[in-house]
């Protein structure tokens, strides 16, 4: 007599956020040094000079969602994520905001 193991629990339910969509329809940014970012998911790009975005590097750091691809030069700018990561970049600002918004762009096209 072989038992049968019946797993009687109900099915949880898929949750999927806004940018979770194929890997083919994601818009990938370069955020510097072979590192790439989906575009949808960024929420704020940030200059690192003032005390609140130190404050939020190191805020970030003790919770476990500092991500640096900065691969040792300076820090020029911070991305902060739908997800609370905040990535730290060697890229200025300025090109970043450039770059999700041409990939923007080229998903709305």
Do not use: F, W
Not at 2 to 15: F, G, N, T, Y
Not at 57 to 81: N, P
């Amino acid at each position: 007599m072989s038992e049968e193991i019946v797993d009687h629990a109900e099915p949880r339910p898929v949750l999927r956020s806004r940018s979770e969509a194929p890997l083919s329809s994601r818009r990938l940014i370069s955020v510097g040094y072979g590192n790439l970012v989906v575009a949808t998911r960024v929420v704020a790009i940030v200059a690192p000079h003032a005390s609140p975005m130190r404050r939020l590097r190191r805020e970030a750091a003790q919770r476990g969602k500092l991500v640096d691809v900065t691969e040792g030069r300076r820090t020029r700018s911070i991305l902060i994520t739908d997800s609370d990561h905040v990535v730290l970049s060697a890229i200025n600002p300025e090109t970043l905001a450039a770059r999700v918004e041409q990939a923007q762009d080229g998903a709305d096209g």
